[in-house]
């Protein structure tokens, strides 16, 4: 049974960082997209941040605008893991955040990611 599973979440003042992980499980995640979004209620599922497979050595990562130079995301292949490094955080960084797998090449749709984690809530307050 493929699972993601996400950790890390938690309330932080503003300004301050959280480093969120997922851990998938059931085959292996190396080749596919590795992506985090997150949801307020009421709003679509919104993009933050994904890493593709590597081309030889080397990783591609893209942010959604508001995040980039704030966020890092990270993988490690070998622990099937990967990381969401969230620094400065702001209030308007609140939300659920969710893991998901592509089997695929690098999308910011949600609609093309194949399996999601449960979510974990990020609350900064301000």
């Known amino acids: 049974q493929v699972q993601l599973v996400e950790s890390g979440g938690g309330l932080v003042q503003a300004g301050g960082s959280l480093r969120l992980s997922c851990a998938a499980s059931?085959?292996?995640?190396?080749?596919?997209?590795m992506g985090w979004f997150r949801q307020v209620p009421g709003n679509e599922r919104e993009f933050v941040a994904a890493?593709?497979?590597?081309?030889?050595?080397?990783?591609?990562?893209y942010y959604t605008d508001s995040v980039r130079g704030r966020f890092l995301i990270s993988r490690d292949n070998a622990k099937n893991t990967v990381f969401l490094q969230m620094n400065s955080l702001k209030p308007e960084d609140t939300a659920v955040y969710y893991c998901?797998?592509?089997?695929?090449?690098?999308?910011?749709?949600?609609?093309?990611?194949?399996?999601w984690g449960q979510g974990t809530q990020v609350t900064v307050s301000s």
């Open positions: 890493i593709t497979r590597s081309t030889g050595r080397t990783y591609y990562s």
């Open positions: 998901a797998a592509r089997m695929g090449p690098y999308s910011r749709s949600y609609s093309l990611y194949n399996y």
């Open positions: 059931g085959r292996s995640f190396s080749t596919d997209t």
